[in-house]
């Protein structure tokens, strides 16, 4: 028999063009060499373009799902993205309790590239009362790093390192900021923990905007953990293949580029086709 691959189990929204939520999670955990396990929070209507709906699970469902594939099969990370509801918020903190020594890499999707909403008031107050303190570690970009941190009573000017310090006041370990909605010629990614800035990594900023990068980093870090990496080096790794699979990115609707998340197969392809002729 086989020796058995990592198992990761998503908890996520599932996108029809197969570039964020869901799919992304599975596409790009199966290109790190894990079996993904899939726990559908919400349902939604949407192209390359941005998110015209989104359903909800029935947090009852969300439950269930978790429950019948952890009492089958070891799981060796969790991924956490689009919940869809407050309750299902709730649901999945419940699931997260009784597997305290499994990683929990969260996402904390707040809106979609367009900004069409993806979580209400309730939701995010959830995420921060319920989902944070079980995390592993967040990967915020810094607009989301903003609003998980936002004080009503003080501006909205707060730095990054400001919020990653009131995120990891809120019980996670680690808080990795991407840096894509800054200015400048570099994307710079920041991962925290108590004791400080963890490591600072910069990559050239590519042309153009993708559907689902921020999913494929968190998919690829909870990857990376489940394959036996420290938090540290599972965050440098996962950036190497994000960044990768966007700078081999395709146009295949008429809105964002998807990230190509096997490059790596295309690229031996493509060799094997130069040995061949």
């Known amino acids: 028999m086989a020796s058995l691959p990592p198992i990761v189990l998503s908890f996520a929204a599932s996108d029809p063009t197969g570039g964020a939520g869901l799919q992304a999670d599975l596409l790009t955990l199966a290109s790190m060499g894990c079996h993904p396990l899939s726990v559908v929070t919400a349902l939604t209507v949407q192209d390359t373009r941005g998110v015209d709906a989104l359903l909800a699970i029935d947090s009852e469902w969300v439950s269930e799902q978790a429950r019948a594939l952890l009492e089958d099969m070891p799981v060796a990370a969790f991924k956490l993205g689009v919940l869809g509801s407050a309750e299902n918020a709730a649901a999945v903190a419940d699931v997260l309790e009784d597997y305290p020594s499994v990683p929990v890499v969260v996402d904390p999707v707040i809106a979609s590239g367009r900004g069409d909403a993806l979580a209400d008031e309730a939701l995010i107050d959830a995420l921060r009362g319920l989902i944070v303190p079980q995390s592993t570690i967040l990967t915020p970009n810094s607009l989301e790093a903003r609003r998980l941190a936002e ?70 870090i909870a990857a990376a953990l489940a394959n036996g990496l420290a938090v540290p080096e599972a965050v440098r790794d996962a950036q190497e293949y994000t960044w990768q699979a966007l700078a081999s990115g395709f146009r295949p609707g008429m809105g964002q580029l998807l990230p190509d998340r096997f490059f790596w197969a295309r690229e031996v392809d493509s060799k094997d086709g130069e040995a061949a002729a």
């Open 151 to 220: 004080d009503d009573n003080e501006d909205e000017g707060l730095d990054l390192g400001s919020c990653a310090a009131r995120m990891l006041a809120m019980g996670c370990d680690y808080v990795l900021v991407t840096g894509t909605h800054e200015l400048g010629a570099e994307v710079v990614n920041t991962l925290y923990a108590d004791s400080g800035i963890v490591r600072t990594d910069r990559w050239p900023r590519l042309a153009g905007s993708y559907h689902g990068s921020g999913c494929t980093l968190a998919s690829a």
